[in-house]
């Protein structure tokens, strides 16, 4: 226990974006990435918010999401060292930037072997030093 009284995580979010991206482009992938942990984690989920009228909100993440960057290389190796390491991440390739829905883009990633996905974003939860060692050579976002 921390000393607020807090428990700190055992866990990180964490995404990384390729640093060529446009910032609209970094935006919108850190967006999709993270509605894949979401999905696959709904532990992770806090409880829904309301203000002081009572106006209800949805619930976010129960613990912060670290949001890195890195050269297509750093993500490529953080992609092989994720499912070295048994933990799925959530992946964006640049294909989807020209699809328009989720089933073109599943198809569009489907279509790629593993080592050839042209990947701009990857999204992972897991041990905070797991995730820590797959995202080696990324940097905090800035």
């Known amino acids: 226990m921390s000393t607020d009284g807090s428990v700190p995580f055992t866990t990180k ?45 949805l619930p976010m993440f ?20 994720a499912l070295a ?4 991440p959530a992946v964006f390739t640049s294909d989807l930037f020209a699809t328009g829905n989720d089933r073109d883009n599943r198809a ?6 593993r080592d050839r996905l042209d990947l701009v974003g990857l999204a992972v939860h897991g041990p905070r030093n797991a ?6 050579g990324a940097h905090l976002h800035t």
């Open 131 to 136: 995730v820590d060692k797959i995202l080696k």
């Open 13 to 57: 979010i964490a995404v990384v974006v390729r640093d060529d991206l446009a910032t609209w482009q970094r935006l919108n992938v850190c967006a999709f990435l993270v509605s894949g942990i979401a999905a696959a984690n709904p532990e992770l989920m806090g409880e829904p918010y309301a203000d002081g009228d009572g106006t209800p909100y």
């Open 62 to 81: 129960r613990q912060p999401v670290l949001v890195f960057s890195g050269s297509k290389e750093t993500i490529t190796a953080a992609h092989s060292r």
């Open 108 to 113: 569009a990633v489907r279509a790629v072997l």
């Open 85 to 88: 390491r048994g933990i799925t």
